[in-house]
């Protein structure tokens, strides 16, 4: 099997290099910023969301280079805008991004000069939302939660590339000018991982087990539409815990603490971390990295970085700050070799 044929190089992806490129500035391609801090986690099974909260902020002045986490959310969000924070909240229970920690994100959001009227948190389904603790609101004045089922869907439905299905975006996501990306770290039983992309891909839109079928290419086809490329700003990930197999649902017997959290523009660059956080803990458990399996091997990084929506493996720049403050390179340790250079590896299912 050469690289050609596992990497989607055809007509469709030629077509979306054309999308217009808005999003990452060029000098942030690549850089993820990892913050470590002890006590993230309470365990692997809940958060401590006052430390959660002072190591974003902090992650989150570094990256900016701001002096106050308002000042740094003003880089990337500006009082005119409309502000969408896509949560994932799949794994309710037990492992989402926690209800308290995006409203901390939604007041940043608020002193970057946003009125509060102007920012909604949202995610797929109810039933998860509320297991995890969201607590839907509408009122005039405040921020509003919501769901796919509260505010609907747009009109117009956009084909996907197969010619066969297509979808239409939740108007959480098309009311926005400004995306701000919020995920936790997991393993995922068809697509490797799951972090920055699949979120706001397949969490956008109506129908997703549609693409499932297809999902080496529909995850980046799907974030390489202007709804999603033309607004992401900011991606968030809790890193305090991750789940490294058995995902992407609630599996509390392979989730562990991790005590990080990571910030980017690049949405690529952080699933290549997302990645190297779930082979990193799979590794501590004598596990195979994730890519190593033919079933799920994450072939959708390298289709999007094809696709010009992040940066290639080779060009990432990784930071980390440890919990003494220490700041250094973070170089990537649990990635396969050949799988990181483009080498797709045996045939599916061999």
Wanted: proline share 7%; glycine share 8%; with cysteine.
């Amino acid at each position: 099997m050469h690289r050609r044929d596992f990497l989607w190089t055809g007509a469709a992806a030629a077509s979306l290099l054309a999308l217009p490129a808005r999003g990452q500035p060029p000098d942030r391609l690549g850089e993820v910023l990892r913050l470590e801090r002890p006590g993230l986690a309470h365990d692997a099974h809940s958060v401590d969301v006052a430390k959660a909260a002072a190591a974003l902020d902090a992650a989150l002045m570094a990256f900016a280079g701001a002096a106050s986490p308002g000042a740094a959310m003003a880089r990337f969000v500006s009082r005119d805008d409309r502000v969408a924070l896509k949560v994932n909240a799949l794994a309710a229970p037990g492992h989402v991004f926690p209800p308290a920690l995006a409203q901390h994100v939604a007041r940043r959001v608020i002193e970057a000069g946003v009125p509060a009227e102007r920012v909604v948190i949202y995610d797929q389904y109810p039933s998860r939302m509320r297991k995890a603790g969201y607590v839907f609101t509408t009122a005039p004045g405040a921020v509003r939660c919501v769901c796919h089922r509260l505010v609907g869907f747009g009109a117009r439905a956009v084909p996907y590339a197969d010619g066969k299905n297509a979808l239409k975006w939740s108007r959480a996501l098309l009311d926005a000018t400004a995306v701000l990306n919020l995920m936790v770290p997991k393993d995922h039983d068809l697509a490797g991982v799951t972090g920055a992309l699949k979120n706001l891909a397949f969490g956008s839109v109506d129908h997703v087990p549609e693409f499932h079928a297809d999902i080496q290419r529909a995850i980046p086809w799907v974030y390489a539409q202007p709804e999603i490329r033309d607004k992401v700003r900011l991606c968030l990930c809790d890193a305090s815990r991750v789940t490294y197999d058995g995902g992407p649902h609630d599996k509390p017997k392979t989730r562990a603490v991790c005590d990080a959290v990571l910030v980017a523009e690049d949405g690529v660059a952080m699933d290549w971390a997302v990645l190297e956080l779930v082979n990193a803990e799979r590794a501590r458990r004598g596990l195979l990295g994730v890519e190593r399996d033919a079933r799920r091997r994450p072939d959708w990084l390298h289709n999007a970085a094809n696709m010009a929506l992040g940066a290639r493996f080779a060009d990432l720049r990784w930071r980390r700050i440890d919990d003494a403050g220490r700041a250094s390179a973070w170089a990537p340790a649990h990635i396969d070799k050949a799988f990181s250079a483009g080498d797709p590896g045996p045939p599916r299912g061999g």
